[in-house]
């Protein structure tokens, strides 16, 4: 893939919003349900700095390989918490980690209503083919961009949301698995997600099955988009 520094600054800005989208929305949701760890270090804010200080790794580094290697960002961050309000409070736990998420569930209706809307009003057209960077189809010129950027804003939160429900230590998915769990089971299984060795093989495995799952999603995204259109 020919490397585009324009297209490569546009998905990195949407990137940047909307993982400090997720990573407030698990900050917010702590707060809210007792936790106030996130909100005292500074995590409760849509400013994306306190984030990438926190993550730097996650939210620099891999997004900017991920988009030369593969033309697609990938990346993560970290909300801190209080293990000990965790253990006590564990299905309220699980709703802090689904958060991250259905924020970008959000942000994926919200990509999608644009494209419906500008559809509705001939701004937009349904595209023949599709790709990451071309949910929605313009003409030349400030209706291409936009539909670019709305394409990017649709893909990449869905490509955030598949990655982190891998039910893997250390994705949401993982702690989301505790809310269905016995309390002698979640306690077990906790225990083990703290685990560095596992934390790193959930990251790798991960990393190695995200393909085979997000390419069958995206097609089943698009073709709830576009109802007919059949894409495969």
């Given at each position: 893939m020919d490397f585009n520094p324009a297209l490569a600054v546009l998905w990195y800005a949407v990137f940047i919003i909307s993982l400090t989208f997720h990573e407030a929305a698990h900050a917010f949701t702590a707060l809210k349900l007792g936790d106030q760890t996130a909100y005292y270090q500074g995590q409760v804010t849509l400013d994306p700095i306190p984030h990438i200080r926190r993550s730097p790794f996650g939210m620099v580094l891999v997004p900017i390989l991920s988009f030369i290697l593969g033309g697609w960002m990938i990346g993560w961050a970290s909300a801190p918490y209080d293990p000990y309000w965790a253990q006590s409070n564990r299905r309220k736990a699980a709703l802090m980690a689904m958060a991250g998420p259905a924020a970008n569930f959000v942000l994926i209706l919200l990509a999608a209503l644009i494209i419906r809307v500008g559809i509705l009003l001939g701004f937009f057209q349904v595209p023949d083919q599709v790709s990451f960077n071309h949910i929605t189809a313009a003409d030349p010129g400030f209706a291409n961009a936009l539909s670019i950027l709305v394409s990017i804003l649709f893909s990449l939160n869905l490509v955030l949301?598949?990655?982190?429900?891998?039910?893997?230590?250390?994705?949401?998915?993982?702690?989301?698995?505790?809310?269905?769990?016995?309390?002698?089971?979640?306690?077990?299984?906790?225990?083990?997600?703290?685990?560095?060795?596992?934390?790193?093989?959930?990251?790798?495995?991960?990393?190695?099955?995200?393909?085979?799952?997000?390419?069958?999603?995206?097609?089943?995204?698009?073709?709830?988009?576009?109802?007919?259109?059949?894409?495969?």
């Open positions: 949301l598949v990655f982190n429900l891998i039910p893997l230590p250390p994705l949401d998915g993982s702690s989301i698995l505790s809310f269905f769990l016995s309390d002698r089971a979640a306690q077990r299984y906790e225990a083990m997600l703290q685990e560095p060795a596992y934390r790193i093989v959930g990251l790798i495995i991960a990393w190695n099955v995200l393909g085979y799952i997000l390419y069958p999603v995206h097609t089943i995204a698009l073709n709830i988009l576009y109802p007919g259109a059949g894409y495969h």
